[in-house]
């Protein structure tokens, strides 16, 4: 069983999750996803080595589509919905981060 | 970084070696290659957009590969189908796989994941055979989807310093192989023979057009170094924005140096992604992160097993063209040369011919070389080897100097006409040497200084002024003279004047 | 002016016969919309007009003697978390206001092709997570049984709105019991297909292998009605079952005799009111004397369900939800840089409850956490599976309570977010197990308020399920209506 979640460990998850909290939320998320994680103890406590996983409730294998091109949407009808256009792109800030 | 004098021994054999100049300390290079390729399917990986380079912005583009909320991926069946060729073609063992979610935000990844196999791979455990015989392993060839494209405006253009960027998402969801290599390559010149022949791997299968330039093929090299000897890996660096085999070869040549430098004054080498600068001619550290990344994989619950039946895979196999290195076997086999030496025209596409031209007669040599050389790729393909056995024929007979060769090739490209003909048409034939005696004695008095030059003249100014001398000749005989004789009656007048 | 029927099967076979048009079936149910929606706030937004242009279109067809299809004419509410191409489709989340989809749901297309008519798009929880629809960015649903009470969740609207007589049919969408328990609190049917019988392909995805769409309805038949006009394979959705959908409308009247049915005892007791597990047991009762055998079989991993479910559906709806980043589409918050924005964005755009969820998944799925939980929750899964499998050996279906309680008050569970999530106790393990369940009403618990019976099937199972449900409906007592 792992340790429990501390406000360290929410504050981290949040970050992962582009997700900005206030001091006050992190101390109620701590505690409220620390009671979920104690509830969920019962299942992190099985001895399941034995137990293959089931990811899907149904068994498919191999469902594949032709490679036939089909209709794209409307460039006009996309970009209508973004909230920020230029040059039949899409304007985002600066992107800080590794080029890629 | 402390300033240490490296020298490197020249090429030998199949390591490339750093020297360090203070310790004497001798270290080897350790590559391993990981190459994104872009499959050449109509579709995309999981929607039925066009896979097309170079269409206007967006519009290549529908729920699924804009991520919109409420889309689902559907399998393209053509995308397995090359991914198998390809792995196959790279003596993998294809498997069932399954597809993960690798989850990290960036803005040209519309899902805010990528769709990716991650621990169930199609194809794992194969090798890839170098034209110098050495046997670089594949661990795995795995189907992923490809980011749309970053356009970053305002500053300097480039991503630091950037205002802001422009996302376009016709790539976005394009198939792509990653092919990801065992560190098995120990020298840059074997970086680039990977990357050559699997581009070759590539084109032969119909699986990529493996264009380097356009980013259909893309190249990232994980580099280490390690004294002579030692049996375990140093610390490696991962270095992107690789854009041509000769950054590649550059890039893998300074990493190794840099590292070495490292470690010879104490250092450590950080494992970190690096950018190689093709204009500073150096790499340099990526942004670091303020916390290791976490990817938090899971299966993809939207697509279900991917599970090739051996039926599928028998099929994929028997439709397999003849590889490169087969060809170069063969054809090394048929010139009686080394597969190295018939490397060129393998990778020209041209060994059907060069064997047929072999086989017709044709001086196994002379049939290479215009193969590799003299021949464009375009239009060879109508040549009539018996007709190129025919040419080289004239040649070795002394009947067509090597320029006039050359010319006549050209012509049985464009005409489809026999040589001879050719030859004779053009008024070629060989000029006997009392014609050339002629032509020189009018050059050389014409020409006393550089006459005198040429004969009392050190080595260096005398090799310039043959070249002189040569060209003039050519010139006067408008190519007919073969550069060899010429030279060779030079130097008989100049033996006989001092 | 003819009096419109009640059920959509009866409104279906009047517009097809010509003997009441589409456009006074839809203007009886707007009437009723206006009367009633300011109290129950069942839509996030009501297509009138859009309504009235396709029931022109349904009333040209049945006059030029044409089929409109099983739904002509019928008004059909939609969950909105379903995309409808031109009109907002929002989550019941501020991230998402005044999107317009550019494509439509499979579900949709086939609604409006089989001659159905939208009428408007339904509130829920946000995202789909909740089980009271009190999680709405745009305030919650009432039930329309007792204004002062929660209709369920996460379809709360869509319930309300069959429940009120706002539409006959309505779609809405089960990861843990979305459907069922608010078709218990509300006192109307509600179904969870099989996972893959319906196409999930335009449905904003909460957790993609729990997901599934279903009908809410007054009747078993019109549930029936639905889910055939909806069901079958889709090309778009690599998770949809090849085989053909089994008819359900023409095997209802088949009875029970011989069916054995199974109490699942791990669902009959601790945690469940006894007022409810009386109604349970009245209606294996019923059940027992149409002719089926009625027994007790234990699903042991059940009891571990909700803390699997509360693991493996937070992790994929934090994977599901990453593409709310504020770039292509939705709300926006300006920063100076894309990180920055992103943050900004969800932030701003995202509730507590899908925040919360969205961290917990996370969570579970980040490094030095996913073996421990996720994992083990992907383990238990199977269990669920196998232990279900042996229940089946045994018998044709189960029987188990929809919800542990009626309809409760507002604000009575938000404080403690996990008293919410033990709500979906009893429907959750279907949906990890991937079967077909369905909540039918079955008479007031002792407070007046409908209590809901679940029939669970193995998967493909419907048609059985369907049979059985047709009997119970047959029995169930009248519901008393309390004062609202």
Redesign the interface.
């Known amino acids: 069983m792992s340790e429990r979640l501390t406000r360290d460990g929410v504050a981290h998850v949040a970050r992962l999750a582009r997700l900005s909290l206030t001091e006050a939320e992190l101390d109620t998320y701590t505690e409220q996803l620390g009671a979920v994680l104690d509830f969920a103890a019962d299942v992190a406590a099985l001895d399941l080595a034995d137990v293959a996983p089931t990811s899907h409730p149904i068994e498919l294998a191999n469902v594949l589509r032709p490679d036939v091109v089909g209709p794209c949407l409307d460039r006009a009808e996309v970009l209508a919905e973004a909230p920020s256009v230029e040059d039949d792109r899409f304007r985002v800030p600066a992107i800080l981060g590794e080029e890629r | 970084m402390t300033a240490v004098n490296l020298t490197h021994e020249p090429i030998e054999g199949e390591h490339f070696h750093v020297t360090s100049a203070t310790t004497g300390d001798v270290w080897e290079i350790v590559v391993g290659l990981e190459v994104h390729c872009e499959l050449a399917t109509a579709t995309k990986l999981f929607c039925s957009c066009p896979n097309h380079f170079g269409s206007e912005p967006n519009t290549n583009v529908c729920p699924v590969c804009l991520g919109l909320p409420g889309s689902l991926p559907v399998l393209n069946h053509q995308v397995v189908e090359l991914a198998m060729r390809l792995g196959r073609a790279l003596r993998c063992s294809v498997e069932p796989s399954v597809f993960a979610r690798k989850n990290y935000f960036y803005p040209d990844m519309p899902k805010d994941y990528q769709v990716s196999q991650f621990d169930r791979p199609i194809n794992v455990d194969g090798w890839l055979d170098l034209p110098d015989g050495t046997r670089v392993g594949v661990e795995r060839a795995h189907i992923e989807e490809d980011t749309g494209k970053n356009t970053h405006a305002g500053g300097s253009g480039r991503i630091h310093g950037a205002q802001y960027s422009l996302v376009d998402y016709n790539r976005a969801g394009v198939p792509l192989v990653e092919i990801v290599g065992r560190p098995h390559i120990r020298h840059p010149d074997q970086a680039k023979a990977y990357v050559d022949e699997l581009r070759a791997i590539l084109l032969a299968t119909g699986a990529s057009d493996a264009k380097m330039e356009e980013g259909s093929l893309r190249v990232d090299a994980n580099v280490s170094v390690r004294r002579v000897g030692d049996t375990a890996l140093g610390t490696r660096c991962e270095v992107k924005n690789l854009n041509s085999l000769r950054s590649l070869g550059r890039a893998i040549e300074y990493e190794a140096r840099r590292q070495v430098d490292l470690l010879e004054t104490g250092e450590r080498v950080k494992q970190e992604t690096r950018h190689w600068d093709e204009g500073a001619g150096r790499t340099r550290p990526g942004r670091s992160k303020e916390e290791a990344e976490d990817y938090r994989y899971f299966q993809e619950p939207d697509l279900v097993p991917l599970v090739p039946g051996p039926e599928w895979i028998a099929a994929v196999d028997a439709a397999m063209p003849e590889l490169p290195a087969a060809r170069r076997a063969r054809l090394a086999e048929t010139a009686g040369v080394t597969p190295a030496e018939a490397a060129i025209a393998v990778s020209r596409d041209l060994d059907g011919l060069a064997a047929a031209a072999i086989g017709a007669g044709g001086d196994p040599g002379r049939v290479l070389t215009h193969v590799e050389h003299d021949l464009a790729v375009d239009g060879a393909g109508n040549l009539d080897p018996i007709h190129l056995a025919a040419l080289v024929g004239l040649e070795l007979d002394g009947k067509l100097t090597a320029t006039q060769a050359k010319a006549v090739l050209a012509e049985m490209v464009a005409t489809g006409e026999h040589p001879e003909a050719i030859a004779q048409a053009s008024g070629f034939e060989a000029m006997d040497t009392s014609t050339l005696e002629g032509v020189l004695d009018e050059i050389v008095t014409g020409c006393p200084d550089e006459w005198v030059g040429y004969c009392e003249g050190d080595d260096k100014r005398r090799a310039k002024l043959q070249g002189f001398f040569v060209g003039k000749v050519m010139k006067a005989t408008k190519g007919r003279a073969d550069g060899k004789v010429v030279t060779a009656l030079l130097e008989q007048r100049r033996v006989a004047a001092v | 002016m003819t009096s419109v029927p009640a059920t959509a099967v009866a409104i279906a076979a009047a517009v097809r016969a010509g003997e009441v048009s589409a456009r006074e079936v839809l203007d009886a149910h707007l009437a009723v919309i206006d009367e009633r929606e300011t109290d129950v706030h069942a839509f996030n937004l009501v297509l009138a007009d859009e309504a009235r242009a396709a029931t022109t279109e349904v009333d040209r067809r049945v006059a030029a003697g044409e089929d409109p299809g099983p739904l002509a004419g019928v008004p059909v509410a939609l969950k909105d978390?379903?995309?409808t191409r031109g009109i907002p489709?929002t989550?019941s989340s501020r991230i998402?206001d005044g999107?317009?989809?550019?494509?439509d749901?499979t579900v949709v297309s086939r609604v409006v092709a089989a001659g159905g008519i939208v009428v408007g798009k339904t509130n829920l929880d946000e995202f789909a997570m909740g089980s009271s629809t009190e999680n709405s960015a745009f305030g919650p649903t009432r039930n329309p049984r007792d204004l002062d009470r929660v209709p369920g969740g996460s379809s709360g609207g869509s319930a309300a709105a069959v429940a009120a007589g706002f539409a006959p049919l309505s779609l809405g969408s089960d990861t843990g019991g979305s459907i069922r328990q608010p078709a218990a609190l509300c006192g109307v049917v509600g179904v969870k297909p099989?996972?893959?019988l319906v196409s999930?392909?335009?449905?904003?995805?909460f957790?993609?292998?729990?997901d599934q769409i279903g009908p809410f309805s007054t009747t078993v038949a019109d549930s029936a009605l639905l889910l055939e006009a909806i069901g079958g394979h889709d090309?778009?959705?690599?998770?949809s079952?090849a085989e053909p959908l089994a008819a359900l409308t023409s095997v209802l009247d088949r009875g029970v005799a011989g069916l054995r049915v199974g109490l699942v005892s791990e669902l009959m007791g601790e945690g469940i009111a006894p007022d409810v597990l009386a109604r349970v047991h009245a209606a294996a009762a019923a059940l027992a004397a149409a002719g089926a055998e009625i027994g007790e079989v234990s699903v042991p991993a059940a009891s571990?369900g909700?803390?699997?479910y509360?693991?493996i559906a937070p992790?994929?709806a934090?994977?599901n939800l990453?593409?709310?980043?504020?770039?292509?589409?939705?709300?926006?918050v300006?920063?100076?840089?894309?990180?920055?924005?992103?943050?900004?964005t969800?932030?701003a755009g995202?509730g507590d409850e899908v925040?919360?969820r969205?961290?917990?998944g996370?969570?579970a799925?980040?490094?030095?956490?996913?073996d421990?939980?996720?994992?083990?929750?992907?383990?238990?899964?199977?269990?669920i599976?196998r232990d279900f499998a042996a229940a089946y050996e045994r018998f044709d279906l189960l029987l188990a309570p929809t919800s542990p309680t009626t309809a409760f008050r507002f604000g009575a569970k938000t404080a403690d977010?996990?008293s919410m999530?033990l709500n979906d106790v009893c429907t959750i393990p279907s949906?990890?197990?991937?079967?077909p369940a369905m909540s039918v009403p079955f008479g007031p618990g002792a407070d007046g308020l409908p209590v809901g019976v679940q029939l669970l099937a193995p998967?493909l199972g419907e048609a059985t399920m369907f049979r059985a449900a047709a009997v119970v409906e047959a029995a169930a007592p009248a519901l008393t209506e309390v004062a609202r």
């Open positions: 978390n379903l995309c489709t989550c998402l999107w317009r989809p550019p494509y749901a099989t996972y893959g999930r392909y335009g449905l904003m995805a957790a993609s292998s729990l090309p778009r959705d690599s998770t079952i571990y909700l803390s699997a509360y693991l992790a994929e934090s994977s990453a593409r709310y980043d504020g770039v292509r589409f939705g709300l926006r300006d920063a100076p840089t894309t990180a920055e924005m992103n943050e900004a969800r932030t995202f925040k919360r969205i961290m917990l996370t969570y799925l980040s490094a030095g956490y996913y421990a939980y996720y994992g083990q929750a992907l383990k238990v899964r199977t269990l599976v977010p996990l999530y949906n990890l197990a991937g079967h998967a």
